[in-house]
């Protein structure tokens, strides 16, 4: 099983567009250089009020099916 590890820092109010129907993923570039875009519906229970920050482990197949999604400490 592959992973990334994702540094995110995304304010509400950049994130308004999704609660608009403006947008639907999320790109995000990974630690190792590599630019990912996940459906943002992955990271819903990670949302706050504030927006969506942390550092994430996306795990994914050899075929690039998202296994799962976890926030770092």
Request: proline share 3%.
């Amino acid at each position: 099983m592959a992973s990334l590890v994702l540094d995110i820092a995304l304010s509400a109010e950049r994130l308004r567009v999704l609660y608009q129907g403006r947008a639907n993923r999320i790109q995000a570039l990974s630690r190792d250089g590599r630019r990912v875009s996940i459906p943002a519906h992955h990271f819903r229970s990670f949302l706050t009020h504030e927006g969506l920050y942390g550092s994430f482990e996306l795990q994914f197949s050899a075929e690039g099916e998202l296994l799962g999604l976890r926030r770092l400490p």
